[in-house]
């Protein structure tokens, strides 16, 4: 079958960096996403990886090793507007998203 | 208005009733999507649609009644509903290239917060 783990709650403090790791297994591999979700809105798109390696972008990266089939989202300097749902998703070979089910982040002061 | 918007946000109802979710997108796409988002668990896809036309069906109950008169509107209509059908549903949009495949990143409306009593 096909499974994308995370952890279900992570806690971290104001100023700090945190990382969220996904781990797949999936029928095939055409790139990963990440979103982010605040309570009660929508999911919002953060990154796309499809080789291997870190992308940066602002406070936000996110990493791919497609023989591990694993994947991390780095926040640095953590803001309390960060405490949020994080999503990590694959698309399989059929091009199908398969979702995990989110990481629920707690920035503390 | 602009990105993905859904109406209502909120909906109670009873199992006996009948009601219907919209979606509307202004970004252009040509694609959108139904997910249900249960506490705790993965987004389910329900339907697709591209280019108005149903590509895929997740094994959704026949409760759930998708309709899409255009690229632009979505709606879920929805009968007999049980409590378990209880959640937030969302709905989504991206590009799609004709031919399929899922390749662009989707957007999403604040979903509708559904419980059924």
């Known amino acids: 079958g096909q499974n994308i783990d995370q952890p279900t709650e992570m806690t971290a403090t104001e100023g700090a960096i945190v990382q969220i790791n996904c781990t797949y297994q999936?029928?095939?591999?055409?790139?990963l996403f990440w979103y982010q979700q605040h309570a009660g809105e929508a999911p919002t798109f953060l990154s796309y990886?499809?080789l291997d390696g870190l992308e940066e972008k602002g406070r936000f990266s996110s990493f791919l090793s497609r023989s591990k089939g694993y994947s991390y989202l780095l926040l640095k300097e953590l803001q309390m507007k960060d405490s949020a749902s994080y999503l990590c998703?694959?698309?399989?070979?059929?091009?199908?998203?398969?979702w995990g089910a989110g990481t629920k982040l707690i920035i503390k002061p | 208005e602009t990105g993905v918007t859904q109406t209502p946000r909120h909906l109670v109802m009873g199992m006996t009733n009948k009601k219907s979710l919209k979606c509307e997108q202004h970004?252009?796409?040509?694609?959108m999507y139904w997910y249900k988002q249960s506490a705790k668990k993965p987004l389910e896809l329900m339907f697709v649609?591209?280019?108005?036309?149903?590509?895929e069906n997740n094994s959704v109950p026949s409760r759930f009644s998708p309709e899409c008169p255009n690229s632009s509107h979505l709606f879920l209509h929805l009968h007999t509903l049980q409590p378990e059908d209880s959640a937030l549903y969302l709905c989504?949009?991206?590009?799609?290239?004709?031919?399929?495949?899922?390749?662009?990143?989707?957007?999403f409306g604040p979903g509708t917060r559904l419980t059924v009593t």
């Open positions: 989504a949009s991206s590009h799609m290239p004709q031919g399929g495949s899922t390749a662009y990143e989707q957007y």
């Open positions: 970004l252009g796409h040509n694609a």
């Open positions: 649609y591209n280019f108005k036309e149903q590509t």
């Open positions: 999936t029928s095939g591999f055409n790139g």
């Open positions: 990886n499809v």
């Open positions: 998703a694959v698309k399989d070979s059929n091009y199908q998203l398969i």
